[in-house]
């Protein structure tokens, strides 16, 4: 099974390709290591943290960038089951963030604290999935 925690280079291409001035929303899903993976000689390394608390320290280091740049949570879940798709294909979170546009995005993941605060998410993660979607208005219908 092939696993994803940073985007290939044709990915994010294909992000930074799109418009950059509009409304953006980004589904995440995110599977935990058991034991968070930081590099030899960081400050975290040593402190036996599982990947939840290390992704729960990503959050708090990264959360000021995420505010200052315009980014909201408009929905966070606990995966439950799968209903279509692999079984082997389970998640521990889920959250869709809301960015004002592409270009504030690339300017939080730019900024050199949020560079930083990246490694927590690198050493709480063995998968996940990032994926830029339009907002579309919402409402009692598919």
């Known amino acids: 099974m092939t696993v994803f925690i940073d985007p290939s280079r044709a990915n994010f291409d294909a992000f930074k390709a799109l418009p950059r001035d509009e409304p953006i929303h980004m ?28 992704y729960e320290e990503y959050g708090k280091t990264s959360g000021p960038i995420f505010r200052r740049v315009g980014g909201a949570m408009v ?44 490694v927590n998410r690198t050493a709480a993660l063995v998968d996940s999935r990032l994926v830029r979607f339009e907002p579309q208005a919402a409402g009692s219908g598919f």
């Not at 995440?28 to 930081?38: F, I, V």
């Not at 889920?94 to 960015?99: D, K, L, N, P």
């Open 75 to 118: 929905w966070r879940g606990l995966f439950q089951t799968m209903v279509t798709g692999p079984d082997e294909e389970r998640w521990d979170d889920g959250f869709i963030a809301q960015y004002p546009s592409a270009a504030a995005f690339l300017e939080m993941i730019k900024d050199p604290d949020y560079q930083r605060a990246v």
């Open 27 to 54: 589904l995440n899903l995110l599977r935990y290591r058991d034991q968070a993976d930081y590099p030899e000689g960081h400050e975290n390394a040593a402190k036996g943290w599982t990947g939840r608390r290390a």
